[in-house]
């Protein structure tokens, strides 16, 4: 028998679906500086010293944040009327192509993950303890084909019954977020119905997948300032903090 109560969910959720970047680890900060690196790179050498750069705020929101790569890639270049040859997955960080670019920005990531080491959110680290000792079944929900390594350089990978990353949306052919099948699939594999299952992200294309889906509940996580946004996007209800929810209201 699950129990809600305390755990500021409605009755009649099963299942927690997490995303990773910016709901359980710090490295949202890390994504959207390999982003700009790897854009303002490209767009000088288009454009020359007086491109416009890429805002890490909100151009990332827009049109990167919570997108699998490649799409980050296309749907950031679009915004600026620009598009790239696709090239192939394996292309070189200096070609001027879709993967090309999508591979700069994973090599900055990696780079940028060794040096600094990767954080997690303690409030984070509370509530998906307390859903759990609740009996609620956990999934993490991630665009990232880095997913694992991340959450066992955290220790944190024994916190969550599935996982569906990249890699394992990539082997089943789903289509990223904002579209809802990578949660449909998590819900899926832990068994219960997507009236049973809630939402926890803080990207606006997760807000979008979580209405897409019509998941149970869906919590936005304000780590910027842009509740008002994840309002919009479809958020049942916006935290800053997910240990927010274990406070009696
Ligand atoms: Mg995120």
Redesign the pocket.
Known sequence: MTETTGLGLPKGILACLF?????ITKT?VVHAAAWKRTFDAFLRQRDGTDFRQFDDITDYDEYV??RPRADGVRTFLASRGIELPEGEPDDPPDAPTVHGLGNRKNGLVLELIREGGVEVYEGTMRYVAAVRAHGLRTAVV?SSANCREVLRSVGAEHLFDVRVDGIVAADRGLPGKPRPDTFLAAARDLGVERQEAAVF???LA?MDAGRAGHFGYVVGVDRVGQADALYAHGADRVVRDLAELLERP
């Open positions: 995303d990773l970047d910016g709901v949202a944040d919570g991630s992200e803080d990207a997760g």
